[in-house]
């Protein structure tokens, strides 16, 4: 299964740490997206960058769970699964508005 990035429980408490991409810094977990429908699977670079050493708590209001995708895809499962596997830095919706799957947000 893919993984960039890790979940570290630490005494402090537990934390996303992003990796690089190839494209930018995230946190992608292909097992989380499959198994575990409302733990965090994905976080982008962009929702990370007020986070010293790109570490993220889990406490924080960031990243995206496999249910959320899904809502962004209106339901459709199978552009939810191709939409996990395309993300490599991105926002889900800016990589939608780019497909012409959504409409850019006001």
Not at 6 to 32: C, H, N, W
Request: hydrophobic residues 35%; negative net charge.
């Amino acid at each position: 299964m893919q993984q960039i990035g890790q979940r570290i429980e630490t005494p402090e408490g537990v934390f996303f740490e992003l990796d690089y991409s190839g494209e930018g810094m995230i946190f992608k977990d292909e097992e989380a997206f499959l198994n575990h429908p409302d733990a965090i699977c994905y976080i982008p670079e962009a929702e990370a960058i007020d986070y010293n050493g790109w570490r993220i708590p889990e406490t924080a209001s960031v990243g995206y769970t496999h249910n959320d995708l899904l809502l962004l895809c209106e339901g459709d499962e199978e552009l939810c699964h191709e939409l996990f596997y395309e993300l490599e830095w991105t926002c889900p919706t800016t990589l939608l508005c780019e497909w012409g799957s959504i409409n850019e947000p006001d």
